[in-house]
């Protein structure tokens, strides 16, 4: 009997799950929690199993788990009620989605974006072109996001501080037993608001049609299918919720990565062609989404173990990404590492359908900071993590630059 426990909610959990999750792939890779009444998956060849066998559901309604019911009451009081997302729908009615939200969220119109987000980016800096000091997360990773997602639905920059705050309440939820009823009741009064606030703009751009994503959805059409008001409304909060805090993480733990391994800074200011392959390293060695969930759809058996219909299980994203079996010296920060065939953007059907904007927010942003301010160092002793087990980001980041 393995005596590995999995708990996430602790401080140590906190600042570094990585030793948590070592243990759990070594002594119990399959580990039933007791605590949490559910099956807790580490190794990359498991994690990509559940997310590729369509005997696991990402509808969490069918699941029996405490975790799952304290979610579904947030979907079947709030605005979501009406309609569910890809993001925990299954095929047919997720292929059906995906497919039309596809059509105006297109690989090119994200391309589309590139010089306005360095214009973003250069704006954020500007801002703090003065200052040899500033955190980084406040003054770049935290807003940029929210202004590329808003311009792209064509949302007024007026609203953007409730968009944020909006999008902050919803993802608050997903702290699992450490959400609070107040945050629960916070994130149902946000979604109600924007629920409103987005069935004004629909009803606005289906009058008067802009050259924005929001109108781009409203107009995609599969063999005479459409996104009705409820699917394009729940749409518009999923991109919204999905990519926010997201972004913002991989730019924070991605810079945090950097500073405590300074050879591969170094290596990264001397070398700007190694963005892509570094940003992909920052996404497997400390990604900003670390765990997924599913549910079994019918009674399945891994590793000896069989996980019954109607159970949940959580794939642990960040531990599958220090998969020994999956990546040579798995906990070395290696911005050269090829063949890195991390997870942090999921697997299979679900796979993240904004990771191409989160790519190139994310080499932007970098590239144009150090190529304007140089080589940064860390202001502070501890960094100070936010977000929570799922969500996994740093509330500040102060740099400095001589
Ligand atoms: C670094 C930033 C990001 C990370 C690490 C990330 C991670 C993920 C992961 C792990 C999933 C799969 C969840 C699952 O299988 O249960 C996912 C799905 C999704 N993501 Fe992202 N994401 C990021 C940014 C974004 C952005 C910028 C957007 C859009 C604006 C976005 C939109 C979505 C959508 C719509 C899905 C659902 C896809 C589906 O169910 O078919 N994400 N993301």
Redesign the pocket.
């Known amino acids: 009997m393995a005596t590995v426990q999995f708990n996430p909610f602790t401080p140590e959990a906190k600042a570094d799950p990585y030793p948590l999750y070592r243990s759990l792939r070594e002594a119990d890779p399959v580990h039933h929690s007791p605590l949490l009444d559910l099956w807790v998956l580490s190794r990359h060849k498991d994690v990509t199993f559940v ?1 590729k066998d369509d005997r696991f559901s ?1 509808d969490r309604r069918k699941s029996t788990n405490p975790l799952a019911v304290q979610a579904r009451k947030l979907q079947e009081e709030g605005p979501f009620a009406q309609a569910n ?3 925990s ?1 299954d095929p047919p009615e ?1 292929t059906r989605l ?1 497919g039309l ?1 596809g059509k105006a ?1 297109t690989p090119r119109r994200i391309e589309e974006m590139r010089p306005r987000i360095q214009q973003i980016v250069d704006t954020l800096l500007d801002d703090v072109q003065d200052q040899d000091e500033f955190d980084l997360i406040e003054q770049l990773s935290y807003p940029l ?1 929210v202004i590329v ?1 808003a311009e792209m639905l064509g949302i007024p920059a007026e609203n953007r501080a409730e968009f944020k705050r909006w999008s902050d309440d919803l993802v608050a939820t997903l702290a699992g037993p450490g959400t609070t009823p107040d945050a629960i009741e916070r994130a149902q009064s946000s979604a109600q608001e924007m629920a409103s606030y987005f069935q004004a703009v629909i009803a606005e751009r289906r009058k008067e049609p802009r050259d924005d994503l929001l109108s781009a959805m409203i107009a995609a059409e599969e063999r005479g299918d459409v996104l009705s008001e409820e699917e394009l409304l729940a749409t518009c909060m ?2 919204l919720a ?2 926010n805090e ?2 913002t ?2 730019i924070g733990n991605g810079m945090l990565a950097l500073l405590r391994n300074e050879d591969q800074l170094d290596k990264l200011l001397g070398d700007p062609s190694l963005m892509d392959s570094a940003v992909e390293e920052m ?1 497997r060695y400390d ?3 670390q765990a ?3 549910t079994a759809d019918a009674d399945v058996e891994i590793d000896g173990h069989t996980i019954e219909k109607g159970k949940m299980l959580f794939v642990l ?1 960040g531990a599958a990404n220090r998969d020994p079996a999956a990546f040579p010296d798995p906990e070395t920060f290696d911005i050269t590492r090829d063949d890195n065939n991390h ?13 191409p ?2 790519r190139m ?2 080499q932007i942003a970098f590239r144009t900071l150090f190529d304007r301010r140089g080589k940064p160092k860390l202001a502070s002793d501890e960094p100070e993590w936010g977000g929570n087990f799922i969500l996994r980001g740093l509330a500040r980041l102060p740099l400095a630059f001589s």
């Open positions: 997310l990402a997302t890809m993001l729908a997720h995906r939200v969220f996001p997602i999923l991109l999905a990519g997201t972004t993480n991989l996404l990604g900003p989404v997924t969930a599913r994203l997870v942090a953007f999921g697997n299979g059907l679900h796979f993240c359908l904004g990771a904007l989160a927010e994310a």
